[in-house]
Structure formats: structure tokens, C-alpha cells
């Protein structure tokens, strides 16, 4: 009789406990189902997302090796050929002026794929490989400062004053001059003087001057302000790749300080130093 109570008892127990189970098998079933289900759904919403907050992940540039010195650029100072650098697509400068007290800095390489070398051959600068024909923007507002629209350049010669080819520079708001040279083209309307917008179209890239011969790129300086015709300054006279790397990251890293310091530093001018 004992076992038969106990039996059932277990019975009576198992019986509701048995039921319990099954509702919450299948409450368990419902909830994971349907918590899978918002799950996918939610995966698939980041999956489409994605591909657009990849492609805005700063890419870190490794440290690169000091290319050979030569009078002009190499392949081999490509250093970002694994890792290229997706250039940003060039501000649209339709918009009404802003305050000059806000600074906004852009990539310089607007509408191609450009890769910023992290080292440059005896003086600081970069070069922006990039197909021929993409945009050189201005990086800041500012004034035009000089424009070369005749390549001079004789490899014969190799004179430093004619090797950026076609070029064009720019002096900044924030006191600081941008060069980018090898163009292929200067828009119409870039002269000495005229205002320009962060993002405004100031040529096209290209192979002029010493780059002849060597993959198409924007070579790239930033240095102080000068009198007209101080290439041995104007070329490059503080590394930019920091600020490059910051710009194309969406970065507003200013150079102004660094740039206002290295010209102290420099002292007075007596003309070229290096690679003359
Ligand atoms: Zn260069």
C-alpha cells in the first residue's frame, strides 16, 4: 500500500509537474523561436549596415621603412599598398560661407582611391598616389598662394624649382601653406589671391614635373609662408602624414602649431638645404 500511495502520489505530482513542463517547453520554444527570429532579423540590419561602418573605420598605417633617396619618387615609396586609403569624396562647397573661426580640414585626394606615403625621400612631405585626374582639394580655407601652369621640368636639369611641375599652394586660415604638385590640370579661376573653401577643387592629379616617370601622385607639403618662389620650402617643411592620417579619418588635427614652431626652428633662410 506504501508503494501503491507513494505511486500514487507520484502519480498526482508527476502528472501536473509533467503539464508544467510541456507549457514551459513550450513557452521556452515560443520565446527562443521568436527571440531567434528578432535576432536574425536584427543580424540582418547590421549586416547592412556594415559595409558602411567598415568602410568609415580608420585604417592604422604601419610604420614604413625610409625610402632610397632619389631625385624623384619611386613605386617603392608606396607604403600603403596593402592597406589603401579610401579618399573621401570632395566636399560640395555650394554651401553659404561659414565662420573662419571654424576650421574644417579635408583630405587633399577628393573622389579616388589615394594612398599617403608615410615617408618621403630628404625633405618632409607626402606623396598621394592616385590615378591621374582625381581631385587635389584645397585641405582648409584659405587664399591661393602660387600656381605654376607650365611644366619646365627637364630631367636633364632636374632643377628644384621645376620639379613639382604643375602646382598649386595655398595659405590657410590657420597660417599655414599646402602645396600639391605633379598635376595633370588647374582649374579655371585658381590664381594668386582667390579665396578658397576646405574641399574646393584646386586641380587634378597627375605626372608633371619629376613625377614623368614614376606612378601618378600628388606630392604634398605643408610648410610657413614664404615670398614667391622659395620652392625649397614651399615643396615640404614639416611631415604631414599625421595630418593626413587625421583628415582622412575624419580627423581635425591641425598643423598650425607644429608648423609655427618648426619656422622658428628653422632660423633665417639662406636658400636650399637639401636636395637643391
Ligand atoms: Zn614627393
Known amino acids: 500500500m506504501r508503494n501503491g500511495v507513494l505511486r500514487g502520489d507520484r502519480q498526482r505530482i508527476l502528472v501536473p509537474v509533467t503539464r508544467r513542463a510541456w507549457v514551459a517547453f513550450l513557452l521556452a520554444v515560443v520565446i527562443v523561436g521568436g527571440g531567434g527570429w528578432f535576432g536574425l532579423s536584427a543580424a540582418g540590419v547590421f549586416d547592412r549596415a ?33 592597406k ?19 576650421r574644417r580640414y579635408v583630405f587633399p585626394v577628393g573622389g579616388c582611391r589615394a594612398d599617403a606615403s608615410q615617408s618621403h625621400h630628404d625633405y618632409p612631405a607626402s606623396d598621394i598616389f592616385a590615378h591621374v585626374g582625381c581631385l587635389f582639394v584645397a585641405p582648409v580655407d584659405g587664399r591661393v598662394d602660387e600656381v605654376t601652369r607650365i611644366d619646365s621640368w627637364d630631367a636633364k636639369t632636374n632643377r628644384g ?13 590657420d597660417g599655414v601653406r599646402y602645396y600639391g604638385s605633379h598635376l595633370s590640370a588647374i582649374q579655371p579661376g585658381i590664381a594668386p589671391g582667390v579665396p578658397v573653401r576646405a574641399g574646393q577643387p584646386l586641380g587634378r592629379t597627375g605626372k608633371t ?14 610648410s610657413w609662408p614664404t615670398a614667391p618662389n622659395m620652392w625649397w620650402v614651399r ?4 611631415a604631414p602624414q599625421r595630418f593626413l592620417n587625421s583628415w582622412h579619418d575624419g580627423g581635425q588635427l ?9 619656422h622658428r626652428a628653422y632660423g633665417a633662410d639662406h636658400g636650399c638645404r637639401s636636395y637643391c
Not at 624649382?161 to 586660415?173: K, M, N
Not at 615643396?235 to 614639416?238: E, I, K, L, M
Not at 591641425?254 to 618648426?262: F, K, T
Open 254 to 262: 591641425s598643423p598650425a602649431a607644429l608648423v609655427a614652431a618648426s
Open 84 to 102: 589603401p586609403v579610401q579618399s573621401r569624396a570632395p566636399a560640395v562647397t555650394t554651401a553659404p560661407p561659414r565662420a573662419s573661426a571654424v
Open 209 to 222: 614635373g619629376s613625377a614623368q616617370g614614376t606612378p601618378p601622385h600628388l606630392h604634398f607639403g605643408i
Open 161 to 173: 624649382a621645376d620639379r613639382g611641375g604643375l602646382s598649386v599652394s595655398v595659405v590657410g586660415a
Open 50 to 82: 556594415q559595409p558602411t561602418a567598415v568602410s568609415s573605420t580608420p585604417r592604422a598605417t604601419p610604420p614604413q621603412t625610409t625610402p632610397p633617396t632619389t631625385g624623384v619618387s619611386q613605386p617603392s615609396v608606396r607604403p600603403q599598398s596593402s
Open 235 to 238: 615643396r615640404g617643411a614639416v
